[in-house]
């Protein structure tokens, strides 16, 4: 999902990560909607267990590798978090 383009995959519209998140350096609003997108995306796919929490960029200023964190958040017990990064070259 994070290097798929955005709108890319027929299946379900809202898949695709790497286009939000390119424009999210310039645009925070971005990271929000693509919070927004990640969580209706996983439920259209019917992953009703978890929920996106925070995406963040953890990249230092002026670098060229961007890197990201994204945490989800059980929906039955909101302890259980779990966290994937992935870095990407623009």
């Given at each position: 999902m994070a290097h798929t383009p955005h709108g890319?995959?027929?299946?379900c519209t809202r898949f695709g990560l790497r286009d939000l998140l390119e424009q999210s350096t310039m645009r925070s609003e971005t990271v929000q909607m693509a919070m927004d997108e990640i969580?209706?995306?996983?439920?259209?796919l019917g992953v009703t267990n978890f929920q996106v929490e925070s995406i963040k960029n953890e990249s230092p200023a002026g670098a060229d590798v961007a890197q990201w964190v994204v945490t989800l958040v059980s929906k039955l017990d909101r302890t259980k978090t779990y966290s994937l990064g992935w870095s990407r070259t623009p």
């Open positions: 890319s995959w027929l299946g969580n209706r995306s996983l439920d259209e």
